[in-house]
Every structure is written in C-alpha cells, then in structure tokens.
C-alpha cells in the first residue's frame, strides 16, 4: 500500500492590512491604557502609523467621555440599550437549576429493577402445522 503523500503551499503575499486595521489596533490600546503612549506596535509605514496614533487618540478619548459620564451619575450600565422591555418570565437562575437537574437526571439515571408480574400469563402459542414440500 502506498504512503500517501502531504503537501502544505504556502503563499509568498503576506495578508493584506489596510490603515483601518491599524486605525482599530490603536483606539483598542487607547481605550485600555487611557494614561500611557502608545509606540509603535511594529515597524510600520507612516501612514499606517499615522493611522495607529489617530486611533489610540481617539480610543484616549472615548475611554475620557466614558469615565467622565461616570463622575457625574450617569452612564450606568443599566442605563445603556436594551433589546426591549422585560417580558418577565422565569428568572434565569431557575431555568439554569432546573437544566442542571435534569442532565444530572439523565447521566445519573438508573432504571428500577425489573420485577415479573405475577399475574400475566403469557399466552401459549398452538404448535406450527407440518409443512411438506413436495420433491421434483
């Protein structure tokens, strides 16, 4: 039996990153570390890093707003949107519990010993008629 037989191509191009990329690396950085610089993240074309910059400025500046709505009372997080109003129901907690239950159910599930019923009677089938099969 032949061994078969594994190939792995590799493309020479590396992915294709636009500013946009880059741009989204560096809100990403700003908004996490609000008080550092940033450097550069690698050795980049300036526009890409004009782009990086722009974004951790931008992220600085998101994470300021965010904070400084915080200060003043508001910005809670139950204040942020919503999918709709609450349709009530059962609590979340519940359901959880109730599924836990019940997989627990099912893995640890074993059946009850099988008892004979006395008072079944199977019933007695009549014995099969003869069958002759003439010879040619």
């Not at 950085?29 to 609000?34: A, D, I, L």
């Not at 550069?40 to 890409?48: G, K, M, T, Y």
């Not at 059962?90 to 099988?114: G, I, N, V």
Request: one cysteine or more; glycine letters at 10%; proline letters at 13%.
């Amino acid at each position: 039996m032949p061994t078969p037989q594994i190939s792995i191509e590799e493309t020479p191009e590396p992915a294709v990153c636009k500013d946009t990329d880059w741009w989204c690396q560096g809100f990403v950085f700003g908004v996490n570390n609000p008080n550092s610089e940033p450097g550069p993240p690698a050795p980049l074309d300036q526009p890409f890093l004009d782009a990086y910059y722009a974004g951790a400025a931008a992220g600085r500046q998101a994470r300021a707003n965010y904070e400084a709505g915080q200060d003043q009372g508001g910005g809670s997080p139950d204040d942020g949107p919503a999918i709709g109003p609450d349709r009530g129901g059962e609590s979340y907690d519940k359901l959880e519990r109730e599924y836990q239950e019940a997989w627990a159910e099912f893995l640890l599930h074993r059946h009850q010993p099988h008892t004979e019923n006395e008072e079944y009677k199977e019933e007695e089938l009549p014995e099969p008629l003869p069958l002759s099969i003439p010879a040619d």
